[in-house]
T-cell receptor, first 113, second 110 residues
Framework: ETGVTQSPTHLIKTRGQQVTLRCSSQ?????VSWYQQALGQGPQFIFQ???????GRGNFPPRFSGLQFPNYSSELNVNALELDDSALYLC????????????FGAGSRLTVL | GQQVMQIPQYQHVQEGEDFTTYCNSS?????IQWYKQRPGGHPVFLIQLVKSGEVKKQKRLTFQFGEAKKNSSLHITATQTTDVGTYFC??????????FGAGTTVTVRA
């Protein structure tokens, strides 16, 4: 059984650029959620995808968008990057449409300069 | 919206001592989960509590869900260096969203 894998592990962007982060869910899981974790803070819910549709969203602006693919993998896209977007982006997979037990990936560390 | 708060933010413990970290929600929760994040790592699921007043144990860790389902606690006995990390509670009050607290970061003095 493979766990949740994320890529890239680290990346550096400049303000105004766009970034795409990728996530492969754990085998057997059909739901993917994305979290932003700033340094010293708890993970903040961005959105969740179930059966290729967004079925929940946190307090993040529309420039944060995502996709889920038929194999349940997912992408997080962030446009018009701001300095405050610097954070660890965590992908978590689970089984079912509710907020069930999450299996997190190792995260993508984004630095915006 | 729902807010989940944890205290203390930092816990410095002498090896072998006990400590407790607390989690409080502004709304009634359907369940609460606890995760542990080691330094430089990612959150790892520890346990889920669903029933009012529920108590669960994992070796030296005891988890409790309050009667009103608005608070929870994690008690660790005989702290070891392997307990170092940040412990997060995450409360669920609707179908899709888990709200995480800011965490309690535990350091251990040998």
């Amino acid at each position: 059984e493979t766990g949740v894998t994320q890529s890239p592990t680290h990346l550096i962007k400049t303000r105004g650029q766009q970034v795409t982060l990728r996530c492969s869910s754990q085998s057997g899981h059909n739901t993917v959620s994305w979290y932003q974790q700033a340094l010293g803070q708890g993970p903040q819910f961005i959105f969740q995808y179930y059966r290729e549709e967004e079925n929940g969203r946190g307090n993040f602006p529309p420039r944060f968008s995502g996709l889920q693919f038929p194999n349940y993998s997912s992408e997080l896209n962030v446009n018009a990057l701001e300095l405050d977007d610097s954070a660890l982006y965590l992908c978590a997979s689970s089984l079912g449409s509710g907020a069930n037990v999450l299996t997190f990936g190792a995260g993508s560390r984004l630095t915006v300069l | 919206g729902q807010q989940v708060m944890q205290i203390p933010q930092y816990q410095h413990v002498q090896e072998g001592e006990d400590f407790t970290t607390y989690c409080n929600s502004s709304t009634t929760l359907s369940n609460i989960q606890w995760y542990k994040q080691r330094p430089g790592g990612h959150p790892v699921f520890l346990i889920q509590l669903v029933k009012s007043g529920e108590v669960k144990k994992q070796k030296r860790l005891t988890f409790q869900f309050g009667e009103a389902k608005k608070n929870s606690s994690l008690h660790i006995t005989a702290t070891q260096t392997t307990d170092v990390g940040t412990y997060f509670c995450a409360g669920r009050s609707n179908d899709y969203k888990l709200s995480f607290g800011a965490g309690t970061t535990v350091t251990v003095r040998a």
